[in-house]
């Protein structure tokens, strides 16, 4: 029971990942400390796809779906709905090159875009004179 939780938990943590690795730069755009960290995401996930390299979320749910005995139908909602999003099958090496190109291109684009300043509705501040 808790090793299949934690290979559901493993699941959706590696599908926010995915979300946050595509779409990570809006949220940097607005909450400017995410810049480091979603950039980094970004080059991990774009180093996956290329390199065709192990992913660490992948190993753990794999450890913990073997322990939890995941055979035939009996499968979890997570498993799935989630897993044919992030394995889909038939996946190729030159899809994975195209994914690995869409996150770039996500990205420079979001990070290209100019930022709007924010202009308070009632005009500027008013200063205190002495």
Do not use: K
Request: charge should be positive.
């Amino acid at each position: 029971m808790i090793d299949r939780a934690l290979a559901d938990a493993f699941l959706a943590l590696h599908l926010a990942f995915l979300v946050f690795v595509v779409a990570g730069g809006l949220f940097a755009r607005r909450w400017r400390w995410l810049v480091a960290p979603h950039l980094l995401a970004a080059a991990w996930g774009i180093y996956v796809e290329v390199a065709d390299a192990p992913c660490p979320l992948t190993r753990l749910e794999n450890r913990y779906a073997r322990r939890a005995g995941r055979a035939g139908y009996d499968e979890s909602f997570i498993e799935h709905h989630l897993l044919p999003i992030i394995y889909p099958d038939g996946l190729t090496r030159p899809m994975q090159w195209g994914l690995a190109g869409l996150v770039v291109g996500v990205n420079v684009l979001v990070y290209a875009w100019p930022r709007r300043r924010r202009t308070d509705d009632h005009g500027p501040t008013p200063t205190m004179s002495r």
